[in-house]
T-cell receptor, first 114, second 116 residues
Framework: KAGVTQTPRYLIKTRGQQVTLSCSPISGHRSVSWYQQTPGQGLQFLFEYFSETQRNKGNFPGRFSGRQFSNSRSEMNVSTLELGDSALYLC?????????????FGPGTRLTVT | GENVEQHPSTLSVQEGDSAVIKCTYSDSASNYFPWYKQELGKRPQLIIDIRSNVGEKKDQRIAVTLNKTAKHFSLHITETQPEDSAVYFCAAKTNAGGTSYGKLTFGQGTILTVHP
């Protein structure tokens, strides 16, 4: 079974621009979560989608948004980019939301904001 | 919300020694505790997990223990090898509903270096 895939893998943007990142979960997985990874803050939860609905959101400004499609693929969008948004953005998929479902990560999208 | 503290931040051992990484969590409703290994430039990989109805789980050279009363859990790696060198993250998830449901909260990570 193919793993979680993310596109693009690398991205360079300038301040003020917006960006859209894509995540394709493992086949059959219905939950997709997004995380931001930086050296200073570690892995921080952005949001979780299940059945095309945002189920949970971390402490990030409204510039960070996302959505999930009927095939469980997910996108996240960051508008009005700031230098501090430079990070590795990871998505993780799981079969479901509860205790019994492990999360598997994609390779990440490395975003650099200049 | 949940807060997960992880120690030590760096750990250096000789090949063949054991390594122990410890995590404490704050939310008593947390009941799922995975560990991830992240090699340089790679994705975090799930290496072992434990649920709150179990006190210990072992998979070859890796074991995890959980003390729900004290709200801490630990990763134990025996007979370490150079390929165990990576960053290890612990995490906690609550199944209790509310805003934390389904969300993994991660520790800050431990850089493990195994010297040949």
């Amino acid at each position: 079974k193919a793993g979680v895939t993310q596109t693009p893998r690398y991205l360079i943007k300038t301040r003020g621009q917006q960006v859209t990142l894509s995540c394709s979960p493992i086949s059959g997985h219905r939950s997709v979560s997004w995380y931001q990874q930086t050296p200073g803050q570690g892995l921080q939860f952005l949001f979780e989608y299940f059945s095309e609905t945002q189920r949970n959101k971390g402490n990030f400004p409204g510039r960070f948004s996302g959505r999930q499609f009927s095939n469980s693929r997910s996108e996240m969008n960051v508008s009005t980019l700031e230098l501090g948004d430079s990070a590795l953005y990871l998505c993780a998929s799981s079969l479901g939301r509860g205790l019994n479902y492990e999360q598997y990560f994609g390779p990440g999208t490395r975003l650099t904001v200049t | 919300g949940e807060n997960v503290e992880q120690h030590p931040s760096t750990l250096s051992v000789q090949e063949g020694d054991s390594a122990v990484i410890k995590c404490t969590y704050s939310d008593s409703a947390s009941n799922y505790f995975p560990w991830y290994k992240q090699e340089l430039g790679k994705r975090p990989q799930l290496i072992i997990d434990i649920r709150s109805n179990v006190g210990e789980k072992k998979d070859q050279r890796i074991a995890v223990t959980l003390n729900k009363t004290a709200k801490h859990f630990s990763l134990h790696i025996t007979e370490t090898q150079p390929e165990d060198s990576a960053v290890y993250f612990c995490a906690a998830k609550t199944n209790a509903g509310g805003t934390s449901y389904g969300k993994l909260t991660f520790g800050q990570g431990t850089i493990l270096t195994v010297h040949p």
